[in-house]
């Protein structure tokens, strides 16, 4: 678009920034629901930022990172805080030159950490071939540049030819001690499919993946953690609803608590998820599997209350946005947890368990056995793959449980 000054220079005329592209990038913050306050500041730094480039004869399609760096570093008496604060305004200011006014994007990237390129391209290889869900490589991403990292440490490069079992062990050792077993667990399921992956690329003449030990998790081994009923009740009611942040929390804990939805399909939930017509919910699961759920009517209620009153327009699709600008879909599971925990601290109660969402997964399992359900109905509304991931939940039914146990053998004072 041409919305700036032409100038003059002894290359021939060039379109400088000028007063509209600041103003419709305020414009735009303002939709993404910048505060007043924080666009007044804003405008200043995109104002001068716009008068020094137009002083030193820089064109739209020429401004970089490199020259946000010059506009920051311009005075030595500049202080740490107002040099952050200048580029907290003018990344996002060149961001959106980039994408409204056609400014190019850097065609290369400068000082890439070691292993990056090996790095994305094992990410590649997850999501394009292995099919793997964003959360999930998530999850992979952090135990592989931890890899790298050492290795880059110990030998100067990442190349996977620098690998042995030696090296595998060692860092799988020093990187569980004192750590939990699940954590144990997902370090060694990412280390043995990197190694497939490096092996499968020829990257390795060896399959390093048969060096990585698994890490044995006994089955149903603990009681999962559940709230009761009136537990349940009453983390929801701890929602300020007169809020738009409590009317927001309370449609999210409607959805846990009623459906039993995982943290990571509430943050992924979309506008077109909501079939208002059939009153249905289609849920985005586990493998990509999609499911339909029926809408609640206090589901619905606090979804058309939250929707029409608080979310606003965004360019997001996500059902679900961040309170704080810029108005964005929730990053993840994460997200969701924190407003979980929020809940129940506000209800003086406390989650033993990792993903403090999932607990009223497990609450919803459990009223349902303790009023007759069978596993394979609890397994078909908690949309498991297999029962035999339903029947931890035969343990907090305990009732019918003291009805089976047989009693303590006692010692009668007899011969053996």
């Known amino acids: 678009m041409k919305t700036g000054n032409l100038f003059a220079s002894e290359d021939g005329p060039f379109e400088g920034l000028s007063h509209t592209h600041v103003s419709s990038f305020l414009t735009h913050l303002r939709i993404d629901g910048y505060a007043e306050r924080t666009l007044r500041k ?16 820089l064109a739209v399609s020429d401004l970089n990172e490199s020259h946000l760096a ?20 003018l990344r996002p200011f060149l961001k959106y030159l980039r994408a409204e006014a056609g400014v190019p994007p850097p065609t290369l990237v400068i000082d890439a950490p070691p292993g990056e390129d090996l790095k994305q391209r094992y990410i590649d290889y997850l999501r394009r071939e292995r099919g793997l869900a964003e959360y999930s490589i998530r999850v992979y991403a952090p135990f592989i540049q931890d890899l790298l990292n050492e290795q880059v440490a110990t030998t100067g490069c990442a190349s996977p030819q620098a690998l042995n079992a030696r090296v ?7 990187h569980i001690r004192n750590r939990s077993s699940e954590y144990s667990r997902l370090l060694s399921v990412a280390l043995r499919s990197f190694f497939r992956f490096l092996y499968l690329r020829e990257e390795t003449a060896i ?19 559940f709230l009761s009923p009136d537990e349940v009740e009453r983390v929801l ?6 809020t738009p942040r409590g009317r927001r929390d309370h449609a999210i804990l409607l959805l846990l608590a009623r459906l039993g939805l995982r943290a990571g399909e509430i943050a992924t939930l979309e506008l077109r998820d909501v079939l208002w017509r059939t009153g249905e919910i289609v849920v985005r699961g586990k493998g990509r599997v999609l499911d339909r759920l029926p809408l609640l009517s206090d589901i619905g209620e606090a979804l058309v209350l939250y929707l029409t009153k608080d979310r606003g327009a965004c360019e997001s699709r996500q059902v679900f946005l961040r309170m704080i600008a810029p108005r964005v879909g929730l990053a993840g599971p994460c997200a969701v947890g924190d407003i979980v925990r929020l809940a129940l601290a506000r ?9 403090a969402a999932h607990i009223f997964r497990h609450s919803l399992a459990t009223r349902m056995i303790r009023h007759g359900a069978s596993i394979a109905e609890i397994s078909e509304v908690l949309r498991h793959r297999s029962q035999s991931t339903t029947q931890i939940y035969a343990k907090v039914d305990f009732e019918t449980l003291r ?14």
């Not at 804003?42 to 004869?57: C, G, H, L, M």
């Not at 009805?403 to 053996?416: D, F, I, Q, Y």
Request: glycine share 4%; aromatic share 8%; net charge positive.
């Open 42 to 57: 804003k405008r200043s730094v995109a104002a001068s930022f716009a008068r020094w480039s137009v002083e030193k004869r």
């Open 70 to 89: 010059s506009f920051v570093e311009r005075s030595s008496q500049r202080t740490r805080a107002g040099v952050n604060l200048e580029m907290a305004a």
């Open 168 to 174: 595998v062990q060692e860092f799988i050792l020093n």
């Open 207 to 225: 399959d390093f993946s048969l060096s990585v030990p698994t890490v044995r998790r006994w089955r149903q081994a603990e009681v999962p953690d």
């Open 237 to 242: 009611s701890t929602t300020d609803r007169s």
């Open 347 to 355: 209800a003086n109660l406390r989650s033993q368990s990792r993903g």
């Open 403 to 416: 009805e089976v146990a047989r009693p303590w053998p006692a010692h009668t004072g007899g011969a053996p």
